[in-house]
């Protein structure tokens, strides 16, 4: 029986149809105010700007607005808490979004945390970490916190599974570890120096590679059944997994490209939509 792919791409587009509406019913309950996103880029790599163009664009697909704002490569720490704490004070942003990474002269840290937990729709500040991980209330880090509506949307069961996260970036590895475990998933997280990472990879039923190297996770590291989540994406369209020998034993596994890549761009809309309801009364039940 072949895997079944966890596909983020079409995930996405149904979304951004639902998000469309959700734009127009908010713009009529307060007189066409659209929700705003606004994105902060610091200095001048070319990757960078192609995801905020990226982002910029998703947001045009569904009827909302973004505004951009670009620093030079320059920029302090001092200076860039100062354009988020404007933002944070403009009433018609609804969600900020500071791109990774930012010039080595600035505190990425600090940065992230002057963002208001309300605007935090990209699940950046220790704040809002520390309510995820506690279950409280959140909007979790885009890229785990899309990961996680994919698996909910092809129903992969999670309590009691035994998941294994290779990678402990604070905006990856580790908060998608805490929201696996608020899905009540045994959870072991690994990394690149972990003794023996082998057999931990071999015992997972859910394996998430967020370690940054390309292929670094190989296909005999997998168990047969296991479902395999590849958030790496290098040169070569390749992940942090040997994806095309391992999705030949996995139960399920995630395209690269096209598995979560997609959703982190749509987690963040979809989150930034939520905010704009919440502040104007017409969030969901």
Known sequence: MSAQILDGTSLAQSTEQELSTRVQQLKLKTGQQSPILATILVGNDPSSATYVRMKGNACKRIGMESLQVVLPQETTTGELISEIEKLNRN???????????????????????????????????????????????????AT????????????????????????????????????????????????????????????????????????????????????????????????????????????AYTPVPGGVGPMTINTLIYQTVDAAEKKYGAARS
């Not at 840290?109 to 220790?126: H, Y």
């Not at 909910?152 to 604070?170: D, E, F, N, T, W």
């Not at 990856?172 to 696996?180: D, I, N, R, S, T």
């Open 91 to 141: 009433a018609d942003v609804h969600g900020i979004l500071l791109q990774h990474p930012v010039p080595e002269q600035i505190d990425e840290r600090a940065c992230f945390d002057a963002i208001a937990i309300e605007k935090d729709v990209d699940g950046v500040t220790s704040l809002g970490f520390g309510q995820m991980a506690l279950g409280e209330p959140a909007y979790g880090s």
């Open 144 to 251: 785990p916190a899309g990961i996680m509506r994919l698996l909910a949307h092809y129903q992969i069961p999670l309590s009691g599974k035994h998941a294994v996260v290779v990678g402990r970036s604070p905006i990856l590895g580790k908060p998608m570890a805490m929201m696996l475990l608020n899905a009540n998933a045994t959870v072991t997280i690994c990394h690149s120096r972990t003794v023996d990472l082998v057999s931990l990879v071999k015992q997972a039923d859910i394996i998430v590679g967020a370690v940054g190297i390309p292929e670094f996770i190989k296909a005999d590291w997998i168990k047969p059944g296991a479902v395999v989540v590849d958030a790496g994406y290098h040169p070569g369209k390749i992940g942090d997994i040997d994806l095309e020998a391992a999705k030949q034993k996995a139960s």
